[in-house]
């Protein structure tokens, strides 16, 4: 089992970037795929990107391609999301999430959360 605890959210003006962390507990980091997702108000969670175990392999939402960037340190236990160029649709709860997997870089069935971090990007 992994928990996962996000940090790294804010209040930020269009245009500006942040970066968001995901620090897993565990032993067994490097088994799982990682995930960032997010939820607006109003709306069902979101696949934004994902990375596999050893980080060589990612995938990303359109919503976010060129614009966010995801890596993970399996030293330090800890996934990334790099998020520039942000926009007012931008905000949202961020998520992230891991799967036990070693093979691609799924987009669902993720088994674990974390308990997610605010982004909001003002106009």
């Known amino acids: 089992q992994v928990q996962l605890v996000e940090s790294g959210g804010g209040l930020v003006q269009a245009g500006g970037s942040l970066r968001l962390s995901c620090a897993a507990s565990g032993r067994t980091f490097s088994s799982y795929a990682m995930g960032w997702f997010r939820q607006a108000p109003g709306k069902e969670r979101e696949f934004l990107a994902g990375?596999?175990?050893?980080?060589?392999?990612?995938n990303y939402a359109d919503a976010v391609k060129g614009r966010f960037t995801i890596s993970r340190d399996n030293a330090k236990n800890t996934v990334y999301l790099q998020m520039n160029s942000l926009k007012p649709e931008d905000t949202a709860v961020y998520y992230c999430a891991a799967r036990n997997t070693r093979v691609g870089v799924p987009t669902t069935n993720y088994n674990y959360w974390g308990q997610g971090t605010q982004v909001t990007v003002a106009s």
């Open positions: 990375i596999n175990w050893s980080g060589e392999r990612t």
